[in-house]
């Protein structure tokens, strides 16, 4: 290039100070906000869930199948490995929350019940998950370190046994199979 045509920009030629700023990167997408749009919109399933006082079954439970896009979202079922642990309520409440806040990264494309079941120890931790996809997006598995901690089963929606239990893990205020149920706690 001819020397007499360079337009000097002090700017462009001084280097960079050091703790000076580069211009942000563009954040990478997500690559469940790359997925098809899904006919359930998970804020208005939440607002169902959370707003529903009486007739739950009738009410939200009906409108989560309405809703429900087995195409775009997934359920699963999980279960604590180390339920014989569990002889301290107050420490077994605590794991469970700390799952929940290690979860709190999947808010935007998940939905979670967990369950606290037992009236004696060892009390049993369960719960279900509605997450976006048809697999634990890896990036909750890469960065919730207690994933490890349970059993994920896939629901299959067509199994009228598997249904009920979903049903009766979203309503969460009877015993659970046979067994009290001191506590629950929602992840919306």
């Known amino acids: 290039m001819d020397e007499s045509k360079k337009v000097a920009n002090p700017e462009l030629e001084k280097p960079k100070e050091e703790g000076e700023e580069e211009d942000p990167k563009p954040k990478?997408?997500?690559?469940?906000d790359l997925l098809p749009?899904?006919?359930i919109l998970l804020d208005e399933w939440k607002r169902l869930y959370s707003n529903t006082k009486t007739n739950f079954r009738e009410v939200a439970i009906?409108?989560?199948?309405?809703?429900?896009?087995?195409?775009?979202?997934s359920l699963w079922f999980c279960d604590y490995k180390y339920n014989d642990e569990n002889i301290v309520s107050f420490v077994t409440l605590n794991k469970v929350g700390g799952f929940l806040q290690q979860m709190d990264l999947a808010r935007k494309y998940a939905f979670g019940n967990m369950l606290v079941i037992g009236s004696q120890t060892p009390f049993k931790v369960k719960g279900l998950w509605l997450l976006r996809g048809q697999e634990i997006p890896q990036f909750v598995i890469d960065e919730c370190y207690d994933m490890e901690l349970y059993e994920w089963t896939k629901v299959d929606i067509y199994d009228k046994t598997q249904k009920e239990r979903v049903?009766?893990?979203?309503?969460?205020?009877?015993?659970f199979e046979g067994?009290?149920?001191p506590d629950a706690t929602c992840f919306n």
């Open 62 to 73: 009906k409108g989560f199948w309405d809703m429900y896009d087995p195409e775009g979202y």
């Open 167 to 175: 049903n009766r893990i979203i309503e969460d205020y009877e015993a």
């Open 37 to 39: 749009p899904s006919k």
């Open 179 to 181: 067994e009290p149920l």
């Open 28 to 32: 990478p997408k997500n690559p469940l």
